[in-house]
């Protein structure tokens, strides 16, 4: 087998093992693995590994404010809170609390990133409906595995793979908005009535409408503070087009210190909780995508793309919106975002052709439970409170929820450009 050969056919399987993660072996494991073979095996220098590494610098960073942010609104109840005001609005019925539900999953995914609410909201979704009394709290949940996607492009903050298609180009607020705003409205809208039509006959079902809400404690109200400081701290970079990654860190740190503080509690059990093994993981996947673009791979699509956009940008911006969203399933919208994101920028394409590859990314993976590291973290989190999607449950879901999303996004990207 040719290097090139080699190097595609362990970055696949390490690709594999982070989808897959057989013999339940933690996801990083995979990706690292996968990395130090290609060192080992010659295929890539130390000196290129470290420089894929360096590539995830803003990514890293904002991982780390994200989960430090989220981890402090957990450990103070704020989510449980909010998805109690959630079920004791809803007044006994199962459609209004969806869609309360809903609206809660999409401010956490817009201002909080997709991430948290497949691991934050999950558990607070899980002990509201316990609370409701469902007896089928699936739609509820699923809620929070949709709208992570569905509403993560409405700020550059909403997901950490715009961060990867964009990289040092991060377009201003002022841009971001006219760009992405009708998009995001429709791919949420369109989200919401295809998964509340689907879900129309579990949402028949009684819920309780006495809830007991639980105290806002000192530390949750410093906690909201904290992630409402945050949102405002990263529009102001995003409209100064200034990196994200650390002014994320920095805010996630002083909301945690601040809250520790007021609670009079040691750090070691939020740490605990944090998804540290994300780091490795992500840093993994780089250094696999900086492999492949050594081997021309990378190099190839954007040839196509550049010759492609040449004869029609729309044609263009379709087939490449639409490919990368299967795409994303297949290898998982991370891998996918980081190879997506070197042609694009090699090809120096329109913002048409991006906007429509963005989207592709963070909408693509709503298809199956394969298709974003969020969707991944989301099944733990389910498994944790003791329920289970299987795949082809997911998948079957998935058929009616991401196309129209997609399809409208897509169109809406290129009307407002």
């Not at 996968?34 to 420089?51: E, N, Q, R």
Request: one cysteine or more; charged letters at 10%.
């Amino acid at each position: 087998m040719s290097p090139h050969g080699l190097t595609w056919l362990i970055a696949a399987l390490a690709t594999a093992g982070v989808i897959l993660h057989p013999f339940d072996w933690p996801e990083a494991i995979w990706a690292v693995a996968g990395a130090v073979l290609l060192i080992v095996l010659h295929l890539l220098s130390p000196v290129d590994a470290l420089t894929g590494v360096g590539k995830g610098t803003d990514v890293y960073l904002f991982l780390i404010g994200m989960m430090l942010l989220a981890e402090t609104a957990r450990e103070v109840k704020l989510f449980d809170w909010l998805a109690a005001v959630a079920t004791k609005r809803a007044k006994g019925s199962a459609s209004r609390l969806f869609l309360l539900i809903f609206g809660v999953g999409t401010i956490v995914t817009v201002f909080l990133s997709n991430d948290a609410t497949a691991v934050v909201l999950t558990p607070a979704v899980a002990a509201a409906v316990k609370t409701a009394k469902a007896k089928n709290p699936l739609p509820y949940l699923l809620i929070c595995a949709f709208i992570a996607n569905a509403a993560s492009f409405v700020l550059p903050i909403s997901n950490p793979a715009n961060l990867v298609i964009y990289g040092t180009h991060m377009p201003p607020l002022l841009q971001w908005l006219p760009r992405y705003l009708l998009p995001s409205l429709l791919s949420i809208v369109a989200t919401y009535a295809v998964l509340r039509w689907s879900q129309r006959a579990a949402l028949r079902q009684a819920i309780e409408s006495e809830v007991k809400m639980p105290d806002l404690t000192s530390g949750g109200k410093t906690a909201a503070l904290g992630i409402a400081a945050t949102a405002i701290t990263l529009l102001v970079a995003s409209f100064f087009d200034l990196l994200l990654g650390l002014p994320t860190a920095i805010a996630g740190i002083l909301t945690a210190i601040v809250v520790l503080l007021r609670e009079k509690k040691a750090p070691w059990t939020m740490l605990r909780g944090i998804s540290w093994g994300v780091l490795p993981l992500v840093a993994g996947l780089f250094v696999l995508v900086e492999a492949l673009d050594k081997t021309g791979l990378i190099q190839t699509i954007s040839n196509v793309l550049h010759e492609q956009s040449q004869r029609s940008v729309t044609e263009t911006a379709w087939g490449a919106g639409v490919m990368v969203a299967f795409a994303t399933n297949l290898i998982n919208n991370l891998p996918a975002g980081l190879i997506a994101s070197s042609a694009v920028q090699s090809a120096q394409v329109s913002d048409q052709i991006t906007s429509a590859v963005l989207i592709g990314v963070d909408l693509g993976p709503n298809l199956s439970v394969t298709g974003s590291l969020a969707t991944i973290l989301w099944l733990t989190a389910l498994r944790r409170e003791g329920q289970s999607v299987s795949a082809w449950t997911f998948l079957k879901l998935g058929l009616l929820v991401m196309p129209p999303a997609l399809l409208l996004a897509i169109a809406a990207t290129l009307l407002v450009h």
